[in-house]
């Protein structure tokens, strides 16, 4: 067995350099972010230069680590993975389809709000570059980051460590298998990952996460599970840019 000191860094490490540098956005956008036509891009949204700096540092990290990952890529699994990502993801487009086809306008609150029956659409947006090549690279790595960086980053963690720590945390948690079935590691993994996302995606994350459970423990096979959450991002990006739902990102 790997060294579990070596294997708890390896899980842990990128996905809390991940969240650093979410705060280090908020921070940014704080001191020096200015929301105006006349500001230079890097001031207007200052996700547009956190976000690339973010997935690269965290690919390294992921590559630094890679020796101790184990995927078990799989292609029964991965297909899987990937019926799980379109219906997972299409339960979180759900709120957002329905604001449209009601013909809602404007925000939404009480009932509809709690269920992320919103507009959604302020958020990450590429098109507030001109220059072909600069909207280009800007919407390649927002898709690099939501498929790739977040689905291994968060999978690694939320599936390959915290699942087992919640098993065993006093003891050695890495003797706990792989997508082993208890309710202890299903309330906390979920409900953590739920409060990781904003409140009007409480609802649609509980099922996501669910879904996601249900895979893993299934499958046994964290790949299966990174394979989910990239299909499911790459789905989500093309209805964002598709629809305009930049609020999604």
Known sequence: ???PEKLTKA???PFGVFMVFLILLQLCD???GWDHPA???YKQDVAQWVYPLQSLVVLVLLIRFWKFYDFNWSVKWSLAGVAFGAIGIGFWLLPTFLYDSW???GETDGWMKMLGIAKRDDGFDPGMFENPAAYWTSLTMRFFRAAVIVAFVEEIFWRGFLMRFVMDWEGDYWKQPFGRIHWKNYTIVTGV???AHAPIDWPAAFIYGSLTYLLCVWSKNLGACIVMHAVANF???LYIMSYG???LW
Do not use: C, E, I, R
Request: aromatic residues 16%; glycine residues 12%; hydrophobic residues 55%.
């Open 30 to 32: 704080s001191v020096f």
């Open 103 to 105: 013909g809602l306008t």
């Open 11 to 13: 899980h842990v490490v």
């Open 39 to 41: 500001a230079p891009w």
């Open 235 to 237: 789905l989500m990006g």
């Open 193 to 195: 990952f739920m409060l």
């Open 245 to 247: 739902k930049y609020g």
């Open 1 to 3: 067995m790997k060294n």
